[in-house]
């Protein structure tokens, strides 16, 4: 337990060093994310990119099991 804490605030810091370069990825603006605007109302909702990185993950985390 206490290597996977360390590994995961590892990752979670490199994120946050590198998210400047991160945040100009289209991640949240894929074709197929649901972003609904009307008069007062604002609603999004990114379910092609929570499916996208989930595959993502998915495989990292199959080619470290291996």
Known sequence: ???TLIILG???AAI???WPWLRRLP???????IHVV???FSFH???VT??????VISIILW???R
């Open 27 to 33: 991640f949240g603006r894929l074709p197929g994310d």
């Open 10 to 12: 590892i990752v979670i």
């Open 16 to 18: 946050g060093l590198a």
């Open 50 to 55: 929570c499916i996208v990185v989930s595959i």
């Open 63 to 65: 080619i470290f099991r």
């Open 45 to 47: 909702f990114p379910i």
């Open 38 to 40: 009307r008069e007062g």
């Open 1 to 3: 337990m206490q290597r």
